[in-house]
Structure formats: structure tokens, C-alpha cells
């Protein structure tokens, strides 16, 4: 079940962690399905992001916290499409993650409780396959060794994205 009342000041603090500077509080873009979209100023910047929590998060843990899915432009910085994952738990040192789109696979890096894509081509391809798909499956190992499977749906993605994109003016 989505929780997405708690999103935007956990995704603000996320963000903000990631190395950005000063942040305002997020404001709602708008709800798309199953994604949500949000703005923020940064250090004067303006800052757009899409984000989802998954249908079904699956391992053998016994407390997990909370996971989301992002796309974030910060046009002032030239970024967009930078997709990355908040897993809820701190990932195994040099362990990757996988990300399934229907036939598409993409690998990622992680880092404590984050993944990311390695390059800016693979956001976009990633950002594509997300507006253009049905379902994402997302599997990782934490830093325990347990290994976890977290579904989303991709409902809205698409128009999640363009509002980000109309929103941030590219």
C-alpha cells in the first residue's frame, strides 16, 4: 500500500542527504496513477521529481523501512532522468541491483541505502522503459545477505514524467 502522505519530507531528506544544498519543502505537482510528482527549490534552483513506492516488497527481513522509486531533473545543474532507489535497508558493499521492464535489464550501483544508474545514458533508457512499461521488478541483497524483490506498477509513470518535465521546463 502506498504511502505517499509521508513522501515528499522523506524524499526531501533523501535528496538532500545525496549532497544537494539547501532545499525548500517539496510541493505537490500532481498524483499520476501510481506515481506522484513534486517540486522544490534548491539553492534558488528549481528541482522536479517523480517518485512510487512498491505493490509488493518481498524478502525474509524483519523491519525494513521505507522504499521508493525516483526520476529527478535539476535543470540548473543539466541533469534529468536521474533515476534512483531507496531501498529501505543498507545494501551489501559492491553489490548491485537489478531492475526488470518487461524484456529490458538494467543494472545499478548502490551505495548504504541507495542505488543509482551508472550514467546519464543509462537514466535515460531507464527513464524510457519506466514511461513505456507496464510493471518494474526490482531485486537487491542487503548487507546481511538478504535478498529482496520489490514490484511496481508503471500506472501513470508517463504522465508523472511529463509533468516533472513541463514543470522544470525541458
Not at 47 to 69: H, L
Not at 70 to 82: D, F
Not at 150 to 167: C, F, M, N, Q
Request: overall charge neutral; some cysteine.
Amino acid at each position: 500500500m502506498l504511502r505517499l502522505t509521508r513522501l515528499p519530507g522523506i524524499l526531501l531528506l533523501a535528496l538532500a542527504c545525496a549532497g544537494t544544498a539547501f532545499a525548500a519543502d517539496p510541493k505537490p505537482i500532481g498524483t499520476y496513477g501510481e506515481w506522484s510528482a513534486y517540486t522544490f527549490s534548491e539553492g534558488g534552483n528549481k528541482v522536479c521529481y517523480m517518485a512510487s513506492q512498491p505493490r509488493k516488497a518481498e524478502g525474509d527481513y524483519t523491519r525494513r523501512g521505507d522504499i521508493y522509486a525516483l526520476i529527478t531533473h535539476r535543470p540548473a545543474e543539466g541533469t534529468k532522468n536521474v533515476f534512483s532507489y531507496i531501498t529501505g535497508y543498507e545494501y551489501k558493499p559492491a553489490s548491485d541491483v537489478t531492475i526488470q521492464i518487461g524484456s529490458e535489464r538494467f543494472t545499478l550501483f548502490t551505495q548504504g541505502e541507495t542505488a543509482w544508474a551508472p550514467d546519464a545514458e543509462t537514466d535515460d533508457a531507464l527513464a524510457k522503459a519506466i514511461r513505456a512499461g507496464s510493471t518494474m521488478v526490482v531485486t537487491g541483497t542487503s548487507k546481511r545477505g538478504t535478498p529482496t524483490t520489490d514490484s511496481y506498477s508503471l500506472s501513470g509513470s508517463s504522465a508523472a514524467h511529463d509533468a516533472i518535465t513541463k514543470e522544470c521546463g525541458l
